[in-house]
């Protein structure tokens, strides 16, 4: 499977951008999605996550209430909602997807995942 991740740019504070995760070679309804982000000089960190079939998702505390994930798997396609951006959101994002995890397991620590895109790099300006 292959990820393609897009969207990302130079936005000003308090401005949106949405992210998107193309995946091919499989259909992106066996896997469990994800998004990290990586901050130069910084771990990377898990952002936010969609279980296969959308009934659940999980956020980070510092991106609950601005950001979105979603998905529809008839494009192959998740999605990133970001709003309200800070510079802090500042990184390289980072779409990530495996098809054992469970959304009733772990699922927020990037090791757990087999497969990952590109990076998409995300700017905040103050």
């Known amino acids: 499977v292959q990820l393609q991740a897009s969207g990302g740019g130079l936005v000003q504070a308090g401005g949106s951008l949405r992210l998107s995760c193309t995946v091919s070679?499989?259909?992106?309804?066996?896997?469990?999605m994800g998004w990290f982000r990586q901050a130069p000089g910084k771990e990377r960190t898990f952002v936010a996550a969609?279980?296969?079939?959308?009934?659940?998702?999980e956020y980070a505390d510092s991106v609950k209430g601005r950001f979105t994930i979603s998905r529809d798997n008839a494009k192959n396609t998740v999605y990133l909602q970001m709003d309200s951006l800070k510079p802090e959101d500042t990184a390289v994002y980072y779409c990530?997807?495996?098809?054992?995890?469970?959304?009733?397991?772990?699922?927020?620590?990037?090791?757990?995942?087999?497969?990952w895109g590109q990076g998409t790099q995300v700017t905040v300006s103050s």
């Open positions: 969609i279980s296969r079939s959308s009934a659940n998702t």
């Open positions: 990530a997807a495996d098809p054992l995890l469970s959304s009733t397991g772990t699922y927020t620590r990037a090791e757990l995942y087999n497969n």
């Open positions: 070679g499989r259909a992106s309804s066996l896997y469990l």
